[in-house]
């Protein structure tokens, strides 16, 4: 998910590489008839990037999922959400 979100933004001209895009991820798990289980996983977004940038920004946050393997991938299996902050 951080190379497809990262992608898009430099697609736009919004530089998210040197590590000016950094992502944290927590999960839920859950125990199903006595095996883990993953349930749910947030992904929180960093990005160094202008404040000019932030209506860009969150265009494409709300669209890269449409175009990411792994999140096409997992989200069936369980529930997937993302959120950015802008440093």
Do not use: W
């Not at 000019?52 to 890269?64: D, S």
């Not at 991938?73 to 902050?85: E, V």
């Amino acid at each position: 998910m951080l190379g497809t979100f990262g992608g898009a933004l430099e697609a736009r001209k919004i530089n998210a590489s040197d590590e000016r895009l950094i992502a944290e991820v927590t999960g839920e798990i859950e125990s199903d008839e006595g095996v883990l289980v993953i349930r749910r996983v947030h992904v929180k977004f960093t990005l160094r990037a202008s404040d000019e940038a932030g209506e860009t920004i969150k265009r494409v946050h709300k669209v890269y999922k449409d175009q990411c393997p792994v999140y096409r991938s997992l989200q069936p299996a369980f529930a997937i959400t993302s959120s950015y902050q802008l440093v």
